[in-house]
């Protein structure tokens, strides 16, 4: 489903076209690297690599009167984006970044290469170049219920396995 197809969606289809008549919500265009103001904050999308086939997938940058983060919660693998993310995640001061599955083998039955998401695995990799001070701004979201990072006493999350980011 594309913008205005979503929109008219939204705007014909209860519970959400009530929130659209009663001005509980006011919906707004979004476009591909255009800046939306919102109050004291700058709200940049941008399209990622992912399945497509009922919208885009995006990304998004927020910027305040002092800090700046970057908000991808859902994406292909780091290689189809054509972005870099590392440089991206040093010139913004938080980083919220897809981390549903921790690594091949996770889903027993089912072939990973088929879901194209980074493993956190894989992120940590591209990302161990970065400063210490750039690590820290890294915050994994978006972890599928069979993701080891979930559960606190596990070796994944203790950084027993893989060294911590």
């Known amino acids: ?40 904050l700058s709200v940049t999308p941008f399209l990622v690599p992912h399945r497509d086939e009922f919208s885009e997938t995006v990304g998004y940058t927020i910027a305040g009167a002092n800090k700046s983060a970057l908000f991808i919660p859902d994406i292909n693998k780091w290689a189809r984006w054509d972005r870099d993310i590392a440089k991206v995640i040093q ?40 400063s210490a001070e750039d690590k820290k701004k890294v915050w994994f979201i978006h972890l599928n219920h069979t993701n080891p990072l979930l559960r606190g006493d596990s070796e994944e999350s ?8």
């Open 1 to 40: 489903m594309r913008c205005q197809e979503c929109t008219d969606y939204l705007k014909s289809n209860g519970p959400w076209s009530q929130l659209v008549e009663y001005r509980n919500i006011a919906l707004r265009e979004l476009r591909h690297n255009r800046v939306v103001k919102l109050g004291g």
């Open 91 to 130: 010139g913004v001061d938080y980083a919220l970044i897809d981390a549903t599955f921790y690594s091949a083998g996770e889903l027993p039955g089912r072939d990973m290469s088929k879901i194209p998401h980074p493993f956190v695995t894989e992120t940590m990799a591209l990302l161990a170049d970065l």
């Open 158 to 165: 203790q950084g027993r396995k893989l060294e911590r980011l």
